[in-house]
């Protein structure tokens, strides 16, 4: 079906997806995309309690946006179905253990990385940001160890080493649930 006259193509694009319960989260993870992609969770689980497909590729981004969606994933009554694609990286990592299911394509990479943050202002105040990031942090380990079954020790470990996973070693590792076939 055609876009309709004075819609763009992207407009078109997010309907058409928005009207099959699938919710595109892709690049860094920045607080506007958090935004965008809870609201958009949001609205579909408003509008019944068919499950809801966040379709995930994100190699990198802002914990706090991280927990955005982490905590939107936590209060939506459908059933939250999440599809890795690409590279899965960073705090991001976090959003993919939220989904009720987890699923990756044959060819999607995961980068357990811690992410990168900037402090300004006094002292005072950058240590007080650095502790709140470091507690932030914990709760990522805490929340990715009840999913895994790995210790939260481990999954720090790896994450400040940097760890690479592809789609099986994902699996085996316990942050994804399948991996998705061709048709």
């Known amino acids: 079906m055609p876009y309709a006259l004075g ?12 009207e099959r319960r699938i919710v ?14 809870a609201a958009a969770l949001l609205a579909l ?8 497909e966040l379709h995930l590729d994100s190699p990198d981004g802002a914990l706090g946006a991280a927990f955005v969606l982490i905590d939107t994933a936590d209060k939506v009554r459908s059933a939250l179905r999440v599809l890795c694609r ?26 357990l990385s811690q992410p990168t943050v900037r402090f300004v202002g006094t002292p005072e105040e950058i240590a007080a940001q650095s502790r709140h990031q470091q507690e932030l942090l914990w709760k990522l380990y ?11 020790e481990e999954i720090a470990e790896d994450m400040r080493r940097g760890r690479y996973l592809d789609a099986r070693q994902a699996l085996d590792y316990g942050l994804i649930d ?3 076939t061709a048709k």
């Open 178 to 180: 399948e991996i998705t």
């Open 142 to 152: 805490g929340r990715l160890a009840r999913r895994t079954g790995r210790p939260a």
């Open 24 to 37: 595109l989260v892709t690049g860094r993870l920045d607080d506007d995309a958090a935004a965008k992609a």
């Open 86 to 111: 690409g590279q899965i990286g960073g705090p991001a990592i976090g959003v993919v253990a939220a989904g009720d299911h987890r699923a990756a394509t044959p060819h999607a990479r995961f980068h």
């Open 45 to 52: 689980d408003a509008d019944g309690d068919r499950p809801i």
């Open 7 to 18: 819609m763009s193509p992207g407009d078109w694009l997010q309907e058409q997806l928005f």
